[in-house]
């Protein structure tokens, strides 16, 4: 086997795995390097197997509300290590399609610990260990580094795998924690206080900023807080966390916010309170590839300082999102083979939270539209006026647009309520391909339809909705 | 009823062409199988007949426009008497009342207006795009896209034209940045543009490699004295070019590896010898095709290739007459080169680059002796052709050229 190629891939998340397959399929001979499992965090500790968990928690969920919809069951009951054998297993069966899919494409894969060794000549090397032995060495004149994130540690606030707990912690419980505090309300802190509420577990939510969400318009922040608290979660905002008192089994805490002190006693804590790229031990020193605050520096072709080395993905900084990190793993290996990719477009990149009820969100906020100087047309469309939404008995929910007052630029798009991650694609796709309202409102929805509510928040921006 | 006369297909390839000249005027009575206009295409000047009768109402595209897609209407024809609507029926079906509503009260109609602004042309462009355009007042031809497939988008709106207007379609990147006074700007013409596109396809996607051979053409020179002279009245002239053709066509029937066609799946065997000769026009150039060439004679030869010149010159070839072809043959004899080597024309496998025959010294034996000596290169597509059997094509073509008896029998 020879040891040089067109391109090596470090890491096989949904960045690597991705570009490793679209060189292949340009005619490139490529090379992946992925030390632990194929498919990344998404598939194996990230997206995938949270919403094996949430699905099992809406069902759950809809268990209890059987009444509603004229159903009755008795002894309702779950046995959470099947909850979580079905997560697993979903985690193991996609990250076996990735291997299939890599082995179909002829991609070389190694399995083994990447770092960057220099060049030899036009080359850069890349030298390959299995814990602590080295494997071998293979070139190649391109390198892209896609080896991901993981959460952030705040001091006092580690997590120690039994009481304070990570992502994996979270996401492969033996017991459901009876008192749970949830330390950050990103996506994934979010999700996981959904589910254990869902299942039954007493949450509090403790978020250093004054809502949750921050990431959203604050609209939606606010509308999934009330909806969270009716669902009988505590959530604190403006909330500081005192030092954690582990005993035994169980932790407590003081945190501080604007309403006062609060004393809480739980039984576990996750930690979610943010990323930091893996940028360790890969030789990046010595060359022209910039790291700040432990993300990779990029053009918009995700080409680093060094030229033949490119970052993409949660490596190279926010979103740290799977869609992100595969359509940056695209257009970087679609410019190294001298097509013409388009840069991606920050506003253009949706963010979902698959939490109950369900966020989703692209480009500019309200407000962030109005501080970049735009004068708006807001439009608004509620659920409960949603034939659809009624039947299926999920009134609880929110389509809300933002328009350019004078070009009809869509600027953004914000949603809350049931399905709305399977939507916001139509929004997605009105602002890459630059639509206004005039190509929205031409737009024939199907009836009956959640979505007929992104239709009625666009005539609710400009000639008024019709049926509110 | 006025009825709408649309760019025809002129060719079962054709999907745009140029409108290069309105032969009738709006106005003129026209009746079925008038010649109302020329269309330029990749190759060619053709003329487009009216179907029906009428007058010609009203001209929606103008002379010189480029790019024209397929089945645009170009014209209305009315009967007498009638009133010229202003735009085809296509038009006014796409934008209805645009113009009776509260006009520009409503982003969506001025929007809808906008497309009257391209003059036929199709230009990508989204809709938000269009709408900031025509808003600035910013006419989109005078803009360059840069998103996909040269898309214009908002940024490039507000990045503003590239180009003084009176130069819309210059590149994007400019080849030098003289001053704008110190430049003349020559739009392309439809055949430059064809020109451009397949040669650069054929360099960087066709593995061209060039064999070099030199030909004594004495004999070949002597035979053609004879011939010519005997031809009674002029009735023929048969030039070194016809003959050349001749030989290389007789060259492919006895090295039939070269008669090829590189596909990815498989390589095409040609039973045929269909020789394109490249013959240079005022704007560029065009290989109208000998076919079966090996199998005719000089004289035919002759004749034929005359006449496709004549009518490759004045732009009336036939599609069929420019289009196929197995093999080329570019011939540079009469502009005092010494070699040079052709780009190849795709889907072909080789072309033959034939230089002026000049006297040089050539060693016989061990005498240096005097002849009129010929350097043919040969490009080929080494996909389908390897050297040993380029060279062994290029040795054959001299055995003939050295021998041309083989012409004549
Ligand atoms: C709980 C959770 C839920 C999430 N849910 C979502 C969601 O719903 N939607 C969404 O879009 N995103 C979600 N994410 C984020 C998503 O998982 C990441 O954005 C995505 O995985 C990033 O892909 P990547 O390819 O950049 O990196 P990763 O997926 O992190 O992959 C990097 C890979 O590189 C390997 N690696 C690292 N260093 C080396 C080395 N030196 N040599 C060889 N291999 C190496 C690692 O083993 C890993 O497999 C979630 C994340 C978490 C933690």
């Known amino acids: ?468 | 009823m006025a009825t709408d006369i649309l760019m025809p297909a002129l060719s079962p390839t054709m999907t745009e062409g140029k409108l290069a000249r309105w032969l009738k005027a709006e106005g003129d009575t026209v009746s079925a199988g008038d010649v109302i206009a020329e269309i330029e295409t990749d190759k060619a000047t053709m003329e487009v007949e009216a179907v029906d009768e009428g007058i010609l109402g009203r001209i929606l595209i103008q002379e010189g426009v480029e790019g024209i897609p397929v089945n645009t209407p170009i014209a209305i024809l009315v009967e007498d008497g009638e009133a010229v609507p202003d735009a085809s029926s296509e038009q006014a079906a796409a934008a209805p009342k645009a113009e009776t509503a509260s006009a520009e009260t409503t982003p969506a109609a001025r929007a809808a207006k906008a497309p009257a602004e391209d003059k036929g042309e199709r230009i990508f462009v989204s809709p938000l795009a269009r709408r900031m355009a025509h808003e600035r007042g910013i006419a989109l031809d005078a803009l360059t896209g840069s998103g996909p497939n040269g898309r214009i988008l908002k940024r490039d709106v507000e990045k503003g034209p590239a180009a003084p207007k009176t130069a819309p379609k210059a590149a994007a990147t400019p080849v030098i940045t003289a001053s704008e006074e110190t430049v003349r700007r020559v739009p392309n013409s439809t055949m430059r543009k064809v020109i451009a596109r397949r040669l650069t396809e054929s360099k960087t996607q066709v593995p061209h490699f060039y064999v070099s051979i030199d030909i004594e053409l004495d004999a070949l020179l002597a035979l053609r004295s004879k011939l010519n002279a005997a031809a009674q009245e002029n009735s023929f002239k048969i030039s070194v070019n016809d003959m050349m053709i001749k030989a290389v066509a007789l060259a492919l029937k006895k090295v039939p590896g070269v008669n090829v066609q590189f596909t990815d799946a498989e390589t095409l065997h040609f039973e045929n010898v269909d020789i394109s000769m490249a013959v240079s026009i005022p704007d560029g150039l065009i290989t109208p095709i000998i076919r079966n060439a090996d199998r005719k004679s000089l004289r035919d030869i002759s004749v034929e290739a005359k006449d496709l010149a004549k009518r490759a010159r004045a732009g009336k070839l036939k599609p069929e007459e420019f289009q196929g072809g197995t093999f080329s043959v570019s011939n540079m004899g009469m502009f005092g080169v010494r070699d040079f080597a052709a780009i190849i024309n795709p889907p072909q496998a080789g072309i033959l680059a034939i230089a002026s025959g000049e006297k040089r010294a050539v060693v016989r034996g061990s005498e240096i002796a005097v002849a009129t000596v010929m350097t043919a290169t040969l490009s080929v597509d080494h996909r389908a052709v390897d050297g040993a059997l380029g060279a062994e094509w290029l040795n054959a073509l001299r055995d003939i050229v050295q021998n041309p008896y083989f012409l004549v029998v």
């Open chain 1, 1 to 468: 086997m020879s040891d040089t190629f067109d391109l090596i891939v470090v890491g096989g998340g949904p960045g690597g795995y991705v570009a490793a397959l679209r060189a292949s399929q340009l005619g490139m001979s490529v090379a992946l390097v992925e030390s632990t499992h194929f498919g990344g965090v998404c598939l194996n500790w990230g997206c995938i197997p949270t919403k094996a968990l949430l699905r099992s928690s809406e069902i759950h969920h809809l268990l209890h509300e059987l009444g509603t919809f004229g159903l009755s069951a008795d002894n309702i009951s779950f046995d959470l290590s099947k909850i979580v054998g079905r997560s697993r297993s979903i985690a193991r069966r996609m990250g076996g399609g990735i291997a299939h899919l890599l082995k179909k494409a002829k991609v070389t894969t190694f399995d083994g610990r990447a770092k960057l060794t220099g060049r030899s000549g036009e080359a850069h090397q890349v030298a390959i260990t299995k814990d602590g032995a080295a494997v071998t060495t293979i070139k190649a004149p391109h390198v892209i580094l896609a080896t991901g994130a993981r959460g952030r540690q705040l001091p006092g606030l580690e997590t120690d795998g039994t009481l304070i707990w990570g992502a994996r912690e979270a996401m492969t419980p033996q017991e459901l924690p009876k008192r749970l505090l949830v330390i950050g309300s990103g996506a994934i802190g979010i999700e996981f206080a959904s589910f254990y509420r869902n299942m039954g577990s007493e949450v509090t939510i403790a978020e250093v900023a004054d809502r949750i969400l921050i990431a959203e318009d604050p609209e939606i922040s606010a509308a999934a807080r009330k909806a969270f608290e009716k669902q009988g979660m505590t959530i604190i905002t403006g909330a500081k966390v005192g030092p954690l008192n582990k005993s035994e089994n169980e932790v407590s805490t003081t945190i501080e916010s604007p309403k006062g002190k609060i004393d809480l006693t739980v039984d576990r804590v996750i930690c979610a309170v943010g990323i930091v790229g893996n940028v360790e031990d890969l030789g990046l020193e010595g060359t022209k590839i910039q790291v700040d605050r432990t993300h990779i520096v990029t053009d918009g072709f995700c080409r680093t300082g060094e030229a033949g080395i490119y970052a993409i993905g949660d490596v190279a900084g926010a979103p740290w999102l799977a869609h992100k990190a595969s359509h940056e793993a695209i257009l970087c290996v679609e410019k190294i083979a001298g097509r013409s990719p388009q840069p991606l477009h920050p506003l253009n990149i949706p963010g979902c939270t698959y939490s109950r009820p369900q966020i989703a969100s692209v480009g500019l906020s309200e407000e962030k539209a109005i501080a970049a100087g735009h004068k708006v047309k807001v439009g608004r469309f509620p659920f409960i006026a949603n034939g659809k939404a009624v039947a299926m008995g999920e009134t609880d929910g929110l389509v809300k647009t933002v328009f350019d007052a004078a070009s009809g630029e869509l600027l953004g798009a914000h949603m809350i309520g049931a399905e709305v991650t399977e939507m916001i694609q139509g929004y997605v796709i009105a602002r890459t391909g630059e639509l206004t309202e005039a190509e929205l409102i031409e737009t024939v929805f199907p009836h009956p339809t959640i979505s007929e509510t992104m239709h009625e928040a666009t005539l609710a921006a400009f000639d008024g909705p019709l049926h509110i």
